[in-house]
Every structure is written in C-alpha cells, then in structure tokens.
C-alpha cells in the first residue's frame, strides 16, 4: 500500500530521515517504534504531507505522492493531542472532511453517526471537545479520521496523554476496529509495550533509518541489532569470541550458541526470562539448557509479576527474571542455565 | 495558500505603509537638507547641512537636553510609582486582580487631553489645591504650580504611569510561583528571593514599558504645551513651532528626524539588553 | 504581613494619584461658579451648555466617522497581512517587519509632521480625507500585532488537522483559521477605533478647516479658556470610558 523508497529528509541541519527504506503492506498494523528523535514523527508526517521529503520517493496505493498537498492525500492522521477544533461540535469536528469533499448532507449524517458508533459516542454529537474527557476527545480524533475512509489511517502517539489502564483499553479498542475495518494502521509510539501488543509488524527505528522490520516475536525474540534488543525490553548482552564451532567464549565459559558464527568480537543477546536459576533449596525440575554458568545473586528486586535478579558471573552482571515465588538471597550462590538457541547474535 | 494570494494580502498594508510612513520620512529627510523652498511650489531645493548645524546651537541643545532628562526622570518616577503596583495586582487573588486592573486600564484608556486637563484643573492658580490651601489659611496668594518645568514632569508621570505598569503586569503575572518557593525552600528571605528571582526575570518587562514611557515622553508635544510655560518647550513643541508658527520647515524636519535618530538608537539599546538577558520568559 | 501591608498602601496612594484629579474634574463640572474652585452650589448649566454646542458636536460626528472608518480598514488590511506573514516565506520580510515596526516606536508627532509635508507636498489639502488618512496609517501596525499575538498563541495543528481532512488553504481559513481569531479580530477593532477617536497629534498636523475631530475641539476650547464646559465634557468622557473599558474586559473574560 505504501513504499517509502530511500527518503532523506533534513531540517535545516539536521538530519531527521536517512535513506529510509520502507513498505506498508495493506491492511497491516504497522507500528514504529523508536526513541524521540528517531525520525518515526517525521516519516508519519512525510506520508500525511506535512512534509516534503529531500530526496527519495513515497509511493500510496501504486502511485506517487511526494509534491502532492496534505489536502488532496488519501490518507488520515489522528494528532497526538486530538487536535480537534475547538469551535464546532463534536458532529462538526467529524463532519468536517465530508463537508469540505460536498458530500451530501444526508449523507454526512449517516456516516457521522455511524463514524460515532464505531467508536461509541452516539450520544455525544452535540457536545463541545472541551466538555469531554481526554479518551473521549481522542475517540473523536479516532472517528473524525475514520470517517473519510483513508487508504492508510495515521495515528501519532494516540495514546500518550491517557493514564494506564484507559491507554490499556484503547490499545485493545483500537486493535479490534482495524481487524473489523481491515484497514491499514501506521502507528507511532516510543512505548515498546504498546507496539508489541498491537502491531502486525514493527519498524524499530533509531538516527533516521529503520534498524528492524518484523512482527513482534520476530523483533523481540530475534533482534538483529544490540538497539533492538535493548529497546525492546531488557536483554543481557553477552560480547566474546566467535568461535568457528559455533561457541562463544565469554569469560571462562564456552557457550553454546548453535549459530553460524564469524571469528572475532561477537555479541550475544539473551532475554532475562530465558534465564533460569537454580538456587540451593530450588525444588522446579530443570528445562534441557545447554550452557551453564554460576554466579552470586549481587541484587534483587520484586516487579509484581516476578523477581528480577542481578548475578555476578565472571566478573560481569546477568540480569535473570524468575516468575513469582520463592528464590535464592542476595549473596547466594546460584546456576544460571539458557538454551543456545536462546542466544541471538546481534550486530553491535 | 500560493504565493501570489500571499503577496495581494500584504500589498495593501505596504502601500499604505510606504505611503504613509516610509515616504513621508523621505521626505523630510530632503527637505531638511533643503537651502530654501521656493515661494510658489512646496518642493525644497538646494542642500544645504546648516540645519543639522543648528541643532548644535546653546538653545536648542538646552531644549534637547531637557527633553532627555524630563522624559528620564519621568520613566524614572514611572517605575518607582509603578513598579510596586505592578507587583501589588499580579499577587493579587484572580479575583480582585480583575477590578485592579481594570482600574489601571480605565485612566490608560481616557483620552490623554481629558486627563491632563484634570491635573490642570487641581493645580491651576484658581484649582482645588490653591483654592483649600487659600481657604485654610495656609498661603494668601496662589502657589504658582502650573507653568513651569516641575508641572510638566508631573503631567508626564501622571499620563505615562498606565503605560508603564500593563506591560509590566502582563510580564509579572507569568512568572511562575514556583520559581520563588524553590527559591525560599533553599533559604532565601522573602527580600532575597525578590531580588534575585523576581526582579531579574522581571526585567523585560521593565524594560519594555520603560521604553513606552521614555519615547512617549521624549516626543511629548502635549503636556508641555498645556501645563509648561515658555522656559519648559521641549523637542515636541520645538517641532510644532517650527512647523506651524515659524514655518520653517527645513530645520523643522531636521529636528524631527534628530528624534527619530535618538528614539531608533533607545530602541535598539532595548532590543540588545532584553536579548543578551535571554529574552521574554514563559511560564 | 507587614510587606503586604506596605504594598497595598502604595497601591491605595497610586490610585488615589490617578483619580483624585478625575473626581474633583466630576465634582467640579457641577459647581455654579465659573472659575473657582470653591463650591458655589449645584448646576446642570454647564452639561446643558454642552448639549446645545454645535461646533462641539459636528467635531463628535467627524470624530466618529473617522475612528469607525479607521477601524474597519485598518483591521481589515491588518488582518490580511498578520495571515500572510504567519508561517510563511516571504522574500523581503525582514524590510516589512521594519516598516510595521516604526509606527509603534515613532513619537506621534514625527509621523504627523511627516504625514502633512507629504500631503503639502503632493498638493492634497487637508480634511477628513488625510486625517483618516494618517490615522489608519498607524493603526495598521496595532492591528498586525493584536492578531499575530494571536497567531503565534493558536494550536497549529489545527491548521494541519483541516488540511488532513482535505481543506485546500482557503477553506482551512474560512472555517478554521478566521472563527479562532475572532476574539482577536474584535479587539483590533476596537482598538483601532479608540486609538483613531483619541488622536491628537495626528490629527493635529493633518486636519484642515473645518474637519475638526473632538479632541482638537477641546484642546482649542482648552486654550480659549478653561470654561467648565471642558469639565463637563470632560467628566462625560471619563463615564463612557470607564463604562465601556468595564463592558469590554467583562465581555473578553467570559469569553475564556
């Protein structure tokens, strides 16, 4: 649906888009994800029209757009903060795109309502945007967009003025109207969380250019880079030795990596919950894990869902997450076990 | 929206502009190098620089010098009047603030000669202050308040003063509280944390209106005319006289352009010192 | 707390200062007696003398048809080019910025100098025309700066959120733009028309004979003698003012 086809895009002197590769499948849910100043704001705003990029192409729906106006793209955005105009009624603010095109009247009246209903405020169509909450306000950005029909529906960090559980809700709402709608989202977060839990497909993206593009398991269990695996959750990571056999030499230890590994300084990454520890008095039965090393627990913390260890090993710190219940103490000595095919090599 | 749509937007303002304000400046600065006009058409001829070279004259450099000081000492007095003013409505309640500067706004408002006629009306030899001090027995002939440079300098602060104080208010109402509990929770006393809080970050404001107060003082034309005498002219009646009475429209436009100079240079002094501080501050 | 207490009284002095004078103006304007100050007993005499002055009154009309003249156009072209200059390349802007500037920095009477040997010289003569003239002149640049306050203020997303839904740049404006800067609209206006119907310099150097404006008419009645007249005059002045400056910040507070 979409092709961004090596956009730069510089602003002054800064350079917010370098040689940015990209393709939007339709009706995906594709998010970017990134830390501020990564450029995911700027590659939204570049497709919407806001922008115009340097150099390089974007493609919608097989035909080229850069040069053409905001107005005239059949695309949609949902602003971070509703923008929604604060003189018209919540009717008007969803109207206006149909009025704008002449649609009909009676015709408006039917799509609004049913723009309202899709995002459940039937009731609300009179109302000002100052009377409403801030979720409500944001359903009204939401149908607004909507009710044009967009080829592709832009959503720009939606959800970053809502308090938890209610941005927890609309994460599931929003995911839930893009199936029913079948259309295609491109969504802009820097909440990893968020991007997991909602997309089809992430883009991770860091100084301008896209790092990672895969579904969530493929980005969170196999980053290719040691950015993606710190962005996305925590990772230990591990640097050594390549070594032809496919180990790595990390410290004292050979570790079983199973990869097709290059001679040279190798980084590994491991996800804290692949790690399991074996304290004296550990009564769970072991899962088959090829490497083992042994350490002392330097440093314990309760997280609700589990306990998080710090083990000293070889002189350097493994992060390790236990599921809730009982664990070693602080300055127990302990096992840690993981599976080669749990190691991810990344680039550095 | 394409340029040319741009562009029939501003014109109109341009034109009007030009006309009005660039051409006319133009103008004068060729006839103030003008030798004579000649007696059937108003257009000047010659050149000449005597009437630059007659701003240096003992008298009107007396003159120019005492429009500097007035319009100093004015701002001078504005600030001392209207500072704690100021201050005084910015802390105030919501509320209150409200009617505070409404009554602020109210004389800023009235019309300039109404208000100078009102200060005259008390101090004139048959006003209210003679006339108690009169009936009281204080004095047997009037005080002679009017007419003289003192009078002149109280009509300025007394039409000025609402200049001073709006933007200075504007300026204080953003400062931002927590800015003076930081201050305090880190030991100052409330004296200490005005000095080195408030009244720096306070400093475009003051800046700005005392600006207004100085230029508007400066070109003054009114106030000297009605409450000063004829030993108080300033730069304004200066030019009025030279333009209306004396005719002389050469020397008359060299001094006007004397004033622009000096209110260019005064606002371009101000335009450095509020930047070299950082600028406007926002909450 | 004593600084309070010290603050306040200050605040009370100051106020005192700046209407003490007004009061007594009000006061006085009742008082039978001529010329002094002493109150000699109540009259009606001298607010009935002003109804019945034509001279003062053709000067009101004049005055209000120049100040309501002045306000249309200057907001109107003011308008026009705070919405051109916002956002926008404009190639020469630093030389329009300058030239909206001066008006706010000149003292008065340079621009009024200015604006009579302009007409003089091109041989208009003076009248209503070059009063309304130099008036909108200047108000042009109050205008510019009210509204672009304004601009700068307003949420530029909402700008980009109307094109997003497919409003070319006109009709962004019409139904975006322009209805958020009504209040700002409003206050140019009335802005212009009292900054216009409170002129002096200007219309000092560029009125002719017979298109007097009120505040010349009473800067001449001023000069001829202080009749109470002035003081009725006077005190009616500060009524309207103050009644509608009270109207018009109640109104602009309801407003947000």
């Known amino acids: ?348 | 929206m394409s340029r040319r749509a741009g562009w029939a937007m501003l014109a109109p303002t341009v034109i009007w502009l030009v006309a009005l304000v660039a051409a006319p400046l133009v103008l004068m600065l060729v006839y103030s190098f003008a030798a004579r006009i000649a007696p059937d058409s108003p257009w000047p001829q010659g050149f000449t620089l005597t009437h630059y070279s007659r701003l240096l004259d003992p008298l009107y450099l007396r003159i120019f010098v005492r429009s500097v000081v007035q319009a100093g000492l004015a701002t001078f007095f504005s600030l001392l009047l209207g500072y704690p003013l100021a201050y005084y409505i910015a802390r105030s309640p919501l509320r209150r603030r409200g009617r505070l500067l409404l009554l602020v706004v109210i004389p800023f408002w009235t019309n300039f000669l109404v208000r100078t006629y009102a200060l005259m009306v008390l101090m004139r030899a048959q006003g209210v202050i003679n006339s108690a001090l009169m009936a009281i027995g204080v004095i047997d002939d009037p005080l002679p308040l009017l007419y003289n440079e003192a009078a002149v300098q109280v009509g300025l602060v007394y039409t000025l003063l609402p200049l001073l104080v709006l933007p200075l208010y504007a300026n204080l109402e953003k400062l931002d509280d927590r800015l003076l509990a930081a201050a305090q929770d880190l030991g100052a006393s409330p004296f200490a944390a005005f000095w080195s809080v408030t009244w720096p970050l306070s400093r475009p404001g003051v800046l700005v209106g005392s600006m207004m107060v100085f230029i508007s003082a400066f070109g003054m034309f009114l106030v000297p005319d009605l409450m000063g005498g004829a030993r108080s002219m300033m730069i304004g009646n200066l030019i009025q006289n030279q333009f209306l009475q004396a005719r002389n429209w050469p020397f008359g436009a060299a001094i006007a352009l004397a004033l622009t100079g000096l209110v260019l240079v005064v606002a371009l002094i101000v335009q450095r010192a509020g930047r070299i501080d950082g600028g406007e501050v926002r909450r | ?256």
Not at chain 1, 121 to 127: E, M, V
Not at chain 3, 187 to 213: C, E, K, N
């Open chain 1, 1 to 348: 649906m979409v092709e961004f086809r090596g956009v730069s895009k510089t602003f002054d002197s800064t350079e917010a888009l370098n040689d940015l590769t990209l393709e939007i499948r339709p009706g995906e849910f594709l998010t970017l994800l990134g830390p501020s100043g990564c450029g995911k704001t700027t590659t939204l705003r570049l497709l919407a029209g806001f922008e115009e990029p340097t150099s390089g192409e974007i493609w919608l729906a097989g035909r080229p757009v850069q040069g053409l106006p905001a107005y005239k793209r059949p695309v949609n955005t949902v602003f971070q903060h509703y923008a929604l105009f604060p003189h018209m009624t919540v009717f008007d603010n969803v109207a206006f795109g149909l009025r704008m095109k002449r649609v009909p009247p009676a015709e408006i009246r039917r799509r609004v309502a049913e723009a309202l209903e899709l995002v459940r405020l039937g009731d609300l169509g009179g109302r000002r945007p100052h009377e409403l909450s801030g979720g409500q306000q944001q359903r009204v950005a939401l149908a607004r967009a909507l009710v044009m029909e967009p080829k592709v529906l832009l959503l720009d960090e939606p959800l970053g003025a809502l308090d938890l559980q209610l941005r927890r809700a609309m994460q599931v709402e929003l995911r839930q109207l893009q199936r029913k709608l079948g259309a295609t989202f491109l969504y802009v977060t820097h909440d990893q969380e968020e991007a997991l839990a909602m997309s089809d497909r992430i883009a991770v993206m860091r100084d301008g250019r896209v790092e990672q593009v895969g579904t969530p398991e493929e980005v969170y269990l196999r980053p290719a880079t040691r950015f993606v695996a710190q962005f996305l959750g925590e990772a230990n990571l591990l640097e050594g030795e390549g070594m032809a056999t496919g180990h790595l030499r990390w410290g004292d230890y050979h570790l079983q990596v199973n990869r097709h590994l290059q001679p040279g300084r190798t980084t590994v990454a491991l996800r804290p919950e692949q790690v399991q520890v074996r304290w004296p008095g550990s009564t769970a039965p072991p899962a088959p894990a090829e490497n083992r090393v042994h350490g002392i627990v330097a440093e314990r913390l309760f997280v609700g869902t589990g306990t998080r260890l710090m083990v000293e090993v070889a002189g350097r710190r493994l992060a390790a997450l236990l599921p809730a219940g009982p664990g070693p103490d602080i300055g127990d000595q302990v096992e840690l076990r993981f599976a080669a095919e749990h190691c991810v090599v990344v680039a550095p």
């Open chain 3, 1 to 256: 707390m004593k600084r309070g207490g010290w603050l306040r009284l200050h605040a009370a002095l100051v106020y005192g200062f700046l209407y003490l004078p007004i009061f007594l103006l009000a006061i006085l304007s009742f008082n039978t007696s001529r010329t002094s100050a002493v109150w000699k007993g109540f009259t009606l005499n001298w607010y009935v003398r002003l109804f019945h002055n034509r001279l003062l009154w053709e000067a009101v009309e004049n005055s209000l048809i120049i100040a309501a003249a002045t306000a249309v156009i200057a907001t109107v072209l003011g308008t026009a080019a705070a919405l051109a200059l916002h956002r926008r390349r404009i190639r020469g802007r630093l030389w329009i910025e300058g030239l909206l500037y001066v008006p706010l920095v000149l003292p008065d009477i340079v621009l009024g100098v200015g604006a009579l040997v302009l007409f003089t010289a091109l041989g208009i003569s003076l009248g209503l025309g070059t009063i309304l003239a130099a008036h909108v002149g200047t108000s042009i640049s109050y205008v510019v700066l009210v509204l672009r306050a304004r601009l700068s203020d307003m949420d530029e997303r909402l700008e980009e959120a109307a094109r997003d839904l497919g409003a070319t740049p006109w009709q962004t404006m019409r139904h975006v733009t322009l209805p958020l800067l009504m209040p700002a609209i409003i206050a140019a206006v009335l802005l212009s028309f009292t900054l216009s119907l409170d002129d002096f310099i200007l219309s000092f150097f560029t009125a002719g004979p017979g298109s007097t404006t009120l505040p010349l008419r009473i800067y001449g009645m001023m000069k001829t003698g202080l009749t109470p007249e002035v003081n009725a005059l006077s005190t009616i002045m500060v009524l309207i003012t103050g009644i509608a400056t009270t109207l018009y910040l109640r109104l602009t507070e309801n407003r947000i």
